[in-house]
C-alpha cells in the first residue's frame, strides 16, 4: 500500500496486516536507487517500509516493453477493450521518458512527460507497483504440466555405486 499520502495512517494499517503480506511501500526517484530495497523498520509504528526506486522501475518496464518475442519478461496484455486495456490505458502507459539533463555541470536522469495536453500516467505507476509487489510477494509462478513434466529428483547426495 502506497504511504506517500497519510503515511501514518497506512503504517498502522498494514501493521495489523503484515501476517498476510499487506506491506507498505513509498516510491523514490533518483538515480541508484534499487528497484526495491530491503524493508526498513524506521518509522512510527515499526511496520515494514519498501523503498521502491521508481526510476529503476520505469527503466525496468520499458526493456519490458521493447521485448517482441513471447518468453521471459516479455508483457502480456489481453486484447479485449473490456479488460480496461484501451488506447487511453497505453497511452498512459508510455506518457513519459527519459531524459538526461544536466544539473551542476553532471549529466542526471529524469523521467518527463512526453505529451504535455496528456498528463496522465497512472498506468505506468501502477504497473511500476504491481511489479514491485510481485517481486515482493515472491509466489511461485509454475504452470502445472512444466511442474509434471520435471525429471524425478535423485533421492540422496550419494549414488550408489555397483561393483565395488
Not at 479485449?80 to 502507459?93: H, I, P, R, S, V
Not at 521518458?97 to 496528456?118: F, L
Not at 509434471?148 to 533421492?155: A, E, S, W
Request: glycine share 8%.
Amino acid at each position: 500500500m502506497d504511504s506517500g499520502y497519510l503515511a501514518n495512517e497506512v503504517y498502522r494499517f498494514t501493521e495489523e496486516r503484515t501476517h498476510r503480506r499487506i506491506f507498505a511501500i513509498k516510491g523514490r526517484g533518483g538515480q541508484g536507487i534499487p528497484f526495491i530495497s530491503n524493508p526498513s523498520k524506521n518509522n512510527r509504528v515499526q511496520t515494514p517500509l519498501f523503498v521502491l526506486g521508481v526510476d529503476a522501475g520505469k527503466s525496468l518496464l520499458f526493456q519490458r516493453l521493447k521485448h517482441r518475442t513471447k518468453g521471459p519478461n516479455y508483457c502480456h496484455f489481453p486484447l479485449n477493450e473490456e479488460a480496461g486495456y484501451d488506447e487511453q490505458y497505453f497511452k498512459g502507459l508510455t506518457n513519459e521518458q527519459m531524459v538526461v539533463r544536466h544539473r551542476k555541470g553532471r549529466p542526471v536522469i529524469v523521467w518527463e512527460i512526453k505529451d504535455n495536453k496528456y498528463k496522465r500516467n497512472e498506468p505506468l505507476d501502477l504497473r511500476n507497483y504491481a511489479t514491485a509487489a510481485l517481486e515482493i510477494a515472491n509466489p511461485v509462478l509454475q504452470k502445472e504440466q512444466a511442474a509434471q513434466k520435471q525429471p524425478p529428483r535423485r533421492r540422496g547426495w550419494r549414488q550408489i555405486s555397483r561393483g565395488f
